[in-house]
């Protein structure tokens, strides 16, 4: 896992929902529930962001689909690892109703110049075509800590949240959990 930049305040609800659900993938929950059930699921915080070409990606847009919403850097070797297992996952689910959305985060390691937005699109774009990524990327250039706050405010990249669809987060991932994990979390809500 990538370490971030901690945000001063906010997210301290899906902090926890974080933690329930890494207790219950890990083991230590005893149960073997894959995603949390619908009625004790928190509803997904809105993100709109531009796209690589300019348009924007809204979360909302996407309402009626099953969401895997992965934040990123293209410095991160870990999200470089599970970038992959997204794009295999996009490929074989998309016409069952999934949709991989991938958040890429701006922080200075990913530019030349300290969060220079400029650097950070050419970066994202240039690795968007060498990786084939094949579904949409919302570009977090500005506003990161308030955006992940609202997310939870993980303590690093790789982090996927997994969202039904009625826009409610199921299942939450701090890291790579695997490409089964990930698949079999998505399955169940397919």
């Not at 370490?3 to 929902?17: E, H, I, K, T, W």
């Not at 974080?18 to 207790?23: D, M, R």
């Not at 949390?36 to 915080?45: G, L, N, R, T």
């Not at 599970?82 to 996009?90: A, D, G, T, V, Y």
Request: proline share 8%.
């Amino acid at each position: 896992m990538c370490a971030r930049p901690m945000a001063a305040s906010g997210g301290r609800l899906l902090a926890s929902l974080a933690l329930g659900l890494a207790l219950v993938v890990g083991g230590c929950g005893g149960g073997e529930e894959v995603v949390v059930p619908a009625e004790e699921a928190e509803p997904v915080p809105a993100l709109e962001r531009p796209g690589l070409q300019g348009e924007s990606v809204a979360l909302e847009d996407y309402r009626g689909r099953v969401v895997l919403l992965n934040f990123w850097a293209t410095w991160c070797p870990f999200c470089k690892k599970e970038i992959p297992n997204l794009i295999e996952l996009q490929e074989r689910y998309g016409e069952e109703g999934l949709q991989v959305i991938g958040a890429a985060l701006n922080w200075k390691l990913d530019s030349r110049e300290p969060n220079d937005p400029e650097v950070f699109h050419q970066n994202v774009e240039r690795f968007h075509l060498e990786q084939g990524l094949n579904y949409p990327v919302p570009l977090i250039k500005e506003g990161m800590d308030e955006v992940m706050a609202r997310f939870g405010d993980p303590p690093g990249i790789p982090y996927t949240l997994l969202i039904d669809r009625e826009g409610r987060i199921r299942q939450v991932f701090q890291g790579n959990p695997g490409k089964e994990t990930l698949e079999k979390a998505v399955r169940t809500l397919l």
